[in-house]
Each structure stands twice: as C-alpha cells, then as structure tokens.
C-alpha cells in the first residue's frame, strides 16, 4: 500500500536532530532519554501491503522491523472506509498558525498517532483489521482502488 515508510528521509532527520541534542549544553542522561524518545517517534512507522492474496502488516519500532502479522483475504467480505475531518485552516486562526503548522507535520512524521483516512477488513466473524492510515487523499484513493481491484469486496462508509 502506497507510500511506503520513507526510513531513509526519516533516518536523515533523526540524525540532523540527534546531532542537536548532541551538540546542544546539558546532562549526559537527559541527552541519552532525548536521543531514545526521537528514534521511537521518528523510526516508527507501519508498512501494510496486499501480497499472494493476503494482507501484511509490519510495524517497524524505531527503525527495528517487527513480525509481520499476515491475514488471508478469505477471511473477510468488504472494505470499510474511516474518514476523519483534517484540521481545516479556519482552525489555524483558533489555535494559531504555529500550532496549526506543527499539526501538520506530525501528522506527516507520525501518520501512525492518528490519521484522517483509515482503511479496514472486516472478517466474516466480525474482527475488523486496520488496512492502511494516512493523511494524503490521494494515497487514500490509489490504495482504496487497490484494495477494490484486488479484493472485490463492497465499500461501506463508517
């Protein structure tokens, strides 16, 4: 599922800011506990993919790639599609631009925290399994085509 987690660009930006907390005046253990925090929060990201008619999702956790958990498409019947309202711009002026600003690049850095589009399975029995999160429209659609191409199943709004 489209975009793929871009580690390396995420790599590069942890050790832009690794470097400041590392240049930067202060104690050894607070640096050490600012150095961890950032490669938790940059470094994890979910990768999600439809293959050889299953669906996989990975978490990588601080840039360590976990178990992938596999389900067969077999198991569900429709895709159901979460969409949450974006932070508009009129929210800016209430909560101010700098805020606004920095609402948007987490959601870029951290798309796992909380996404406006969320694509689910739900499986025969019921379980609901999350199929791809983010917060780019156009991914959102590219993917939701994808999951229709592949799978065949209904589209049912949340």
């Known amino acids: 599922m489209k975009p793929l987690p871009k580690l390396g660009l995420r790599a590069l930006i942890l050790g832009a800011l690794l470097l400041l907390i590392f240049l930067s005046a202060g104690i050894w253990l607070v640096k050490l506990f600012l ?51 974006p932070t508009s711009v009129w929210a800016a002026v209430g909560i101010g631009m700098v805020w606004w600003l920095m609402w948007r690049a987490f959601d870029w850095l951290f798309p796992w925290l909380e996404a406006t589009y969320q694509l689910h399975l739900r499986g025969k029995t019921g379980k609901r399994v999350l199929a791809w999160q983010g917060n780019s429209e156009s991914d959102f659609d590219e993917n939701t085509e994808r999951l229709i191409e592949i799978t065949g199943f209904p589209v049912q709004r949340m």
Do not use: C, Y
């Open 35 to 85: 150095m961890v925090l950032l490669a938790f929060l940059v470094g994890t990201v979910w990768r999600s993919d439809v293959r050889e008619a299953r669906l996989e999702r990975q978490l990588i956790l601080a840039f360590v790639p976990l178990r992938t958990k596999r389900w067969s498409l077999n198991k569900f019947h429709r895709i159901e599609i979460v969409n949450k309202p």
